[in-house]
């Protein structure tokens, strides 16, 4: 085993199998750009991390993932690397990660860093020497280039579609000036795909896991964890509208989810084991059911997966009892823990989420046009008891920056403003993601509410930051931010990551009822109050009188 590197975490579970930290970890996801600013440049970075270590400290986590920070042109904020083993300028230099490490490691904070193996920057040194090689070369074959189809190759390879809009495909302009193959781009046409059937290819990330690894990072993100794989002679394929992004439970859908991807984790899953410290693997892996999504955290795999389908629940007591049920079966039907997630970066939050009265596709986003929008007080108070009732769950946890706030999505933002691919390849069709990703506020006075000092910031924030700003939050124990300490600290007082659950029966159809350990748990999804059993209220996302349970609340209790 390889020796952690000065500054790692002690390696606790070491050769203790299901005691692993991240079994039950509470994971705070920052997004760097839009977290803290120490330059003054209006967008977040490492040194700003770094600087509320202690206040993450405070909030009580176990670990933070990072979205992406290394180099890149920034077409799609980070997700578009051009070299996986620096530091992009804009958020600091490898000394900067260094230092921001070892000071959450000081603290018992582990790191974990996002990857993205399915494609890479066009600017990557890779693409640009497939560019100017010719078709067929060993340049070409590390990413998914095709002729074309027509007599003059003039049509795309196939009619697959971006998940950002429009085609998946892109022709280039051969060295000579002549009309010449296409490459695929699930995404945007700036993040061509890897062809990960080279063996090149598998060797280089290989190389970029060992190197994150070596510096002392806990763990990594595997962005779009379901690709990479693409089915042979990549058939056509036309999703159905009314599926989702999968394409339904029984969907076999040519680019997601292809057996041949678990092998690329097999392999991943021996080089983590190289390190000491129960370093770990999580896969953004969005497939349809929790039973397709426990196939990436077989024992030789990878070590947590994202519960989308938690994610994607409605605020509907059976729904969301049937979803906790399958997920604690699918997962630990592998000897997984199941993962609860309610935000991140690429999905509306759920302080407005909750509330939406219409379909909201994964990616839409929502602005000032959409249809069903929520309404604020409704949103925050769901939003508050789904968290409630989401960390009483066994298992490892995941919150979005700014949800310890009670941040809204954010949706007056001009056109002219937004960042997202999507609103620019969708026309203004899609508003995308930007709503999410607004600059987080920590003081209601100063530069752009405390983000940064020159009071730059790269997305516009809206006026009601001021109040919730985090240095207002702090002495306020009606405060989301207070609700999100005392459920941290109750959470780990009790073990509750390492429970289990037992269903309680008779308080209703509108009622989540469980008891993990000695605590019992009720989230009441209804409009009418509910009786609650006697004992002590350990903690609550909203005010509980005379012994009843309004709703829209989940409470905590220590039955006597």
């Known amino acids: ?175 000579d000036g002549s009309d010449g193959q296409w490459y695929l781009h699930l995404f945007d046409s700036s993040q061509p795909d890897f062809d990960w059937t080279n ?41 159905d509208p009314e599926a989702g992004s999968m394409g339904g439970e029984e969907a076999d859908v040519p680019y997601w989810g292809q057996d041949g991807v678990h092998d690329i984790y097999r392999d991943w899953h021996q080089v983590v084991a190289e390190y000491d410290g129960d370093r770990a693997l999580c896969a953004e892996a969005w497939m349809p059911t929790p039973e397709k999504t426990a196939l990436w955290v077989r024992p030789d795999e990878m070590h947590q997966a994202f519960n989308f ?45 909750l509330a939406l009265t219409a379909e909201n596709p994964q990616g839409a986003g929502i602005g000032p046009d959409s249809a069903g929008l929520p309404d604020p007080v409704v949103g925050l108070a769901r939003a508050r008891a789904a968290t409630t009732l989401m960390l009483a769950l066994p298992g490892s946890s995941y919150l979005y920056q700014g949800e310890e706030l009670g941040l809204p999505e954010v949706i007056d933002i001009p056109g002219e403003a937004r960042q997202d691919p999507t609103w620019f390849r969708t026309n203004g069709e899609r508003y995308g993601r930007d709503g999410c990703r607004v600059p987080i506020p920590w003081t209601a006075e100063g530069g752009a509410y405390g983000f940064s000092e020159s009071g730059e910031s790269w997305l516009p924030q809206p006026a009601e930051f001021k109040t919730l700003a985090r240095d207002q939050q702090l002495g306020d124990p009606s405060s989301t931010l207070s609700l999100y300490r005392t459920l941290l600290e109750q959470r780990r007082t009790h073990d509750l990551g390492a429970g289990s659950i037992e269903w309680l029966e008779g308080f209703g159809d509108n009622t989540v009822a469980f008891r993990n350990g000695d605590v019992t748990v009720i989230a009441n999804t209804g409009s009418s109050a509910i009786d609650l059993p006697r004992g002590s209220v350990i903690a609550s996302s909203g005010p509980v009188h005379a012994g009843e349970l309004a709703g829209d609340t989940t409470v905590w209790i220590v039955v006597s």
């Not at 595997?222 to 058939?235: C, E, Q, R, S, Y």
């Not at 605020?315 to 604690?328: G, K, P, Q, T």
Request: charged share 25%; with cysteine; net charge negative.
């Open 309 to 353: 389908a938690y994610l994607e629940t409605d605020w509907n007591a059976a729904e969301l009892r049937a979803v906790i049920d399958r997920s604690l079966a699918a997962y630990g039907a592998v000897g997984a823990p199941s993962t609860w997630v309610l935000s991140n970066h690429d999905v509306v939050r759920h302080a407005s989420r």
């Open 1 to 175: 085993m390889t020796s952690p590197v000065p500054g790692t975490l002690p390696t606790e579970s070491e050769g203790r199998v299901g005691k692993e930290w991240w079994r039950t970890a509470v994971i705070y996801q920052i997004y760097p750009r839009s977290f803290a600013d120490a330059t003054g440049n209006g967008i977040g970075d490492l040194p700003g991390i770094t600087s509320h270590i202690g206040d993450l400290s405070d909030l009580g986590v176990d670990a933070i993932w990072l979205s992406p920070f290394q180099r890149s042109p920034q077409k799609d904020a980070g997700y578009d690397v051009s070299d996986y083993c620096d530091v992009d300028p804009l958020f600091g230099t490898l000394d900067d990660f260094d230092d921001m490490l070892a000071a959450a490691h000081e603290r018992s904070i582990r790191i974990i860093v996002d990857l993205v193996p399915n494609h890479s920057s066009d600017q990557h040194i890779w693409f640009q020497q497939a560019l100017a090689a010719a078709p067929g070369s060993a340049e070409r074959a590390r990413y998914m280039f095709r002729d074309g189809k027509g007599a003059n190759g003039e049509l795309p390879p196939n009619n697959w579609d971006s998940v950002f809009g429009g085609p998946a495909w892109t022709r280039i302009k051969e060295a």
């Open 199 to 239: 063996e090149e290819v598998r060797e280089e990330f290989r190389g970029i896991l060992r190197f994150w690894l070596d510096r002392g990072v806990d763990g990594f993100r595997v962005d779009v964890a379901h690709g990479m794989i693409k089915a042979d002679g990549l058939p056509d394929y036309t999703p």
